[in-house]
């Protein structure tokens, strides 16, 4: 029985934590874009505006639910749960320090990719429930260009997986440090299953990799439609695309799973690309820092110290580049990331059988 | 009752209500997205028969491919299309049905017969797995299994398959490509 109470503690403690990233997520967005924009960005609630969330939150909750009269009632309050449940349920699979994962499955990266393909169900649900034409302009772009940029994020995972043969979460990140089982070699030449640090990583091990991980942040960043891939919510041309019509918490709620997912989305990019927990020190001689600096408590703060930073790249992207159109875009994605992705695969097969 | 077998029956019983909903109701759009609620059901009770990778499978290509490709089907269809298509007429049996009916009906007897006859409880190859100690655990690892089986026992329909789909990418290629101009 005490199984099922760590479940739920466990459970509980994604969902806050989530929660909490959104928020902090939504201040340090808003900070990034005043920086990059030359402005202040929110001064006014708390020490440099940091209660500003807070409010903007209490706020959502306070406001009343409005349903459109024309709306397909259960489809439409139904929505921004799919949508946000199946984000969360992602976080179910993800490794954050050694023997520290919520749900040790062997098909976890796998069961991920599957997961998170839900979400294009939701906001489809919410284009098609709220019967208004923004909306279902938004929904239909957002789903287009979800499954397309699924086929370049699928095949760049599928060449890491290649590399580390398995699709267990917990054994890739183990195999990109000193914990490895498995003797890990920098560029396919030298030995470093002592060294650890950032040789060892997966960019490390096999260099064509970091083309891979190029193409998985560039979808990685259109599967969360998030900017230069937003056209799904274009402010300027659709008002704000498949949640225009959502008021209060349930708008609170898409947030929620926007800011998830990118956390989501760049730990994944972390796991399997930039060595998960495992530290970037390496062991020099005598001086053993990956050793000392791989464990539980070094584990979380490595992983999120990375996501973070990814994170914090999503968001200077955002506010960097133009959004693309509709046209660019596919063509982006099935002219250019998906041969690139199809010639890693490629490559990394040959990589494990003649290099490793 | 074991928490697995009750697990079994909540899932079941999802699994054919919501399929009873999508065949029944006049909603099109509605009855997709309880279709969408049978899938998943169904994904669950292929993890409770440890068969974890068909139930993961089943979600990426049911409820993120096919499911989304039928909703854009409707998205791009225009509503009065749908209105035609919804209005049935409004009695549960009608000659015009009279098809279906029998084919559904004779479908069930088959089933029916497949459940009476197969006596699941004795089963020859589960029991000769069973006395060989062929049997999988919950953690073991099954893609390994799958693949080896693929590239060896199974390569001819793995490989016409594949040719299959290659023949439909390349004709829906050329369906979709722009003609030249005269």
Not at chain 1, 157 to 173: F, G, H
Not at chain 1, 187 to 201: A, E, K, N
Not at chain 1, 255 to 268: K, N, Q, R, W
Request: with cysteine.
């Amino acid at each position: 029985m005490n199984y099922y109470i760590t479940y739920f503690i466990v459970a509980v403690g994604l969902f806050s934590f989530s929660a909490f990233f959104a928020l902090f997520g939504v201040y340090a967005e808003r900070k990034i874009s005043a920086f990059i924009q030359d402005r202040l960005g929110p001064t006014e609630t708390g020490k440099f505006g940091s209660l500003q969330t807070l409010a903007d939150i209490m706020k959502m909750i306070q406001k009343e639910l409005i349903i459109p009269a024309a709306a397909d009632k259960w489809l439409f309050m139904l929505a921004p749960a799919v949508i946000f449940i199946a984000v969360y349920m992602g976080f179910a699979a993800l490794p954050w320090a050694p023997g520290l994962i919520p749900s040790k499955i062997n098909l976890g990266i796998y069961y991920i990719f599957a997961i998170i393909s839900i979400e294009t169900l939701g906001i489809l649900m919410a284009g098609w429930g709220s019967n208004n034409k923004y909306s279902i302009l938004g929904a239909m772009r957002s789903a287009a260009q979800i499954i397309s940029y699924e086929i370049p994020a699928g095949f760049a995972i599928i060449s890491v997986v290649m590399i580390a043969q398995t699709l267990d979460m917990q054994a890739i990140a183990m195999q990109q440090g000193v914990l490895s089982p498995e003797k890990i070699k920098f560029l396919g030449f030298w030995d470093v299953t002592q060294i650890g640090g950032f040789f060892s990583w997966n960019i490390f091990r096999a260099p064509h990799l970091i083309i891979a991980f190029v193409i998985y942040f560039i979808a990685s960043l259109a599967e969360s439609n998030r900017a230069p891939f937003d056209i799904p919510e274009a402010e300027s041309e659709l008002v704000a695309g498949f949640h225009t019509e959502f008021t209060g918490i349930r708008f609170a709620l898409v947030f929620l799973a926007e800011y998830s997912m990118m956390f989501l989305v760049s730990m994944i990019g972390v796991i399997l690309f930039l060595g998960a927990w495992n530290t970037p020190l390496p062991n020099i001689g005598p001086v053993h820092l990956a050793t000392w600096t791989t464990g539980m408590g070094c584990g979380i703060l490595w992983v999120t110290l990375k996501t973070l930073g990814l994170v914090a790249v999503q968001m200077w992207i955002r506010w960097t580049l133009p959004r693309f159109r509709v046209d660019q875009l596919m063509n982006l994605c099935w002219k250019v990331l998906t041969p690139l992705a199809f010639a890693c695969m490629l490559i990394s097969g040959v990589w494990r059988l003649w290099l490793m | 009752m074991s928490f697995v077998r009750v697990l079994f029956y909540f899932m079941s019983f999802i699994a054919i209500v919501s399929a009873l909903y999508a065949a029944s109701t006049k909603n099109l759009v509605r009855s997709i997205f309880v279709f969408f609620v049978t899938l998943f059901a169904l994904a669950g009770l292929y993890v409770l028969a440890l068969a974890d990778f068909v139930a993961v499978t089943q979600v990426v290509i049911y409820v993120g491919g096919i499911l989304v490709l039928i909703i854009f089907a409707f998205m791009l269809s225009g509503k009065e299309t749908l209105n035609v298509i919804q209005q049935q007429k409004g009695k549960f049996f009608s000659m015009a049905k009279l098809p279906a009916i029998l084919l559904a009906a004779l479908f069930f007897i088959v089933m029916i017969n497949v459940v009476l006859k197969a006596d699941a409880d004795n089963l020859g190859w589960v029991k000769d797995s069973i006395a060989t100690n062929n049997t999988i655990t919950p953690n073991a690892v099954m893609i390994d299994n799958i693949g080896v089986n693929l590239m060896t026992r199974y390569l001819l329909p793995f490989e016409a398959i594949s040719i299959l789909l290659l023949m439909a990418l390349v004709g829906a290629a050329h369906l979709s490509r722009k003609e030249a101009k005269i």
